[in-house]
């Protein structure tokens, strides 16, 4: 089973800097996929990124990246130049590899950051 | 366009009334999920569906029945024997075993 760990509850970033979002996660797998998924005050969960384990480049999509470190198990988020459109709830989610059978399809989220940004 | 449509946005029921919530997706998905979500709480999975005809208990089934019988829908009926059903809940689908996009959700309120 997978358990994903986000640490911090509630975060604030002033418009135009650069904040990090903490995950670690927990799995007996060596193969596995993260994700960041935003959740915006429409409630409509957006994914943001994803990452292959065994991929070592750390993944990027415009002002959103990833710190990927195996080894300690943690993943997290950094949003660059951060817009008023980012104020989010952030969840963090785990998935199995695609081969290791019926439980390869379940996410395990995070309970997840609320960021404030600040104009 | 393409998507993953929920209706209603919001449903209000009274307590012991079975309700169904209504799950469609246009992305010729394989698989299609739904999760319960809770104030303070991440996303928990009730049922999931690979194809169709097929479906799997999630870590929170009970309660809650669905059924699979086109690609394109994944009706999810929130039943009296829920003990808890007023949350919100959220429709996902995606290509089998990789990541999910997810529908608008619906608002269940029993009272």
């Known amino acids: 089973a997978q358990t994903v760990t986000q640490s911090q509850p509630e975060m604030s970033v002033q418009e135009a800097e650069t904040v990090t979002l903490s995950c670690t996660y927990d799995?007996?797998?060596?193969?596995?996929?993260l994700f960041w998924y935003k959740q915006p005050p429409s409630r409509q969960m957006i994914l943001v990124i994803r990452?292959?384990?065994?991929?070592?480049q750390n993944a990027t999509e415009n002002r959103f990246s990833v710190n990927f470190q195996k080894a300690a198990k943690s993943f997290s988020l950094k949003i660059s130049d951060s817009q008023l459109g980012d104020a989010a709830m952030y969840f963090c989610?785990?998935?199995?590899?695609?081969?290791?059978?019926?439980?390869?399809?379940?996410?395990?989220f995070g309970k997840g950051t609320k960021l404030s940004v600040i104009p | 366009d393409g998507g993953i449509t929920q209706s209603p946005k919001y449903l209000f029921r009274k307590e012991g009334q079975n309700v169904t919530l209504s799950c469609e997706q246009n992305l010729n998905h394989d698989a299609m999920y739904w999760y319960r979500q809770d104030p303070g709480q991440g996303l928990r999975l009730i049922y999931y569906s690979q194809i169709v005809n097929d479906f799997q208990k999630g870590d929170i089934a009970e309660g809650y029945s669905v059924s699979r019988e086109k690609k394109e829908s994944f009706p999810l009926t929130v039943t009296s024997a829920q003990k808890n059903p007023t949350a919100f809940y959220l429709c996902?689908?995606?290509?089998?075993?990789?990541?999910?996009?997810f529908g608008p959700g619906t608002r269940l309120t029993v009272t």
């Open positions: 990452q292959e384990a065994y991929k070592q």
């Open positions: 996902a689908s995606g290509l089998a075993g990789y990541e999910q996009y």
């Open positions: 799995t007996s797998e060596s193969d596995y996929y």
């Open positions: 989610a785990s998935k199995p590899p695609s081969y290791s059978g019926a439980g390869s399809y379940q996410l395990t």
